[in-house]
């Protein structure tokens, strides 16, 4: 499994990158408008910084049992799980495209993200950029 690193303080922020190397999570937030993307940068620097937001506007479970967590803005949902002090970051979806009935479907995205990394850890096969 390969990560880039987003985000690297006490805490670190990683993204989830294909087999290609490309990284739709990154993709996403840097083809964003401006204000936008910038809006969620910002949040996942402070992550990085001073560890998840206290704020459920800003952080919150969408299945705190299974390990499945949001970073919301305006404009945006970055879904993610932790593993220790990393945030791994698997998609993000427009806030208007998200609608409750959905996040069943994100969870098991983020689930199945996170099932791979654990058994990438597990192997050895754990791949991260700078």
């Known amino acids: 499994m390969r990560l880039r690193m987003v985000y690297k303080g006490p805490y670190e922020v990683l993204a989830v990158c294909?087999?290609?190397g490309r990284c739709p999570v990154l993709?996403?937030?840097h083809g964003a408008p401006t204000n936008e993307g910038a809006a969620m940068l910002a949040r996942l620097q402070r992550a990085a910084e001073?560890?998840?937001?206290?704020s459920a506007v800003a952080f919150h479970g969408i299945n705190k049992k299974r390990g499945a967590y949001e970073f919301k803005t305006r404009a945006w949902r970055m879904f993610c799980?932790?593993?220790g002090?990393?945030?791994i970051c698997t998609h993000v979806e427009p806030k208007n495209s998200v609608k409750n009935k959905?996040?069943?479907r994100h969870e098991r995205a983020v689930l199945?993200?996170?099932?791979?990394y654990v058994n990438a850890k597990q192997n050895g096969e754990l791949?991260?950029?700078e």
């Open 85 to 87: 002090q990393a945030f």
């Open 50 to 54: 001073t560890g998840p937001p206290k």
């Open 102 to 104: 959905d996040y069943p």
């Open 18 to 20: 294909g087999a290609d």
């Open 112 to 116: 199945v993200q996170r099932a791979a």
């Open 127 to 129: 791949q991260i950029e």
């Open 27 to 29: 993709e996403t937030i």
């Open 81 to 83: 799980f932790r593993d």
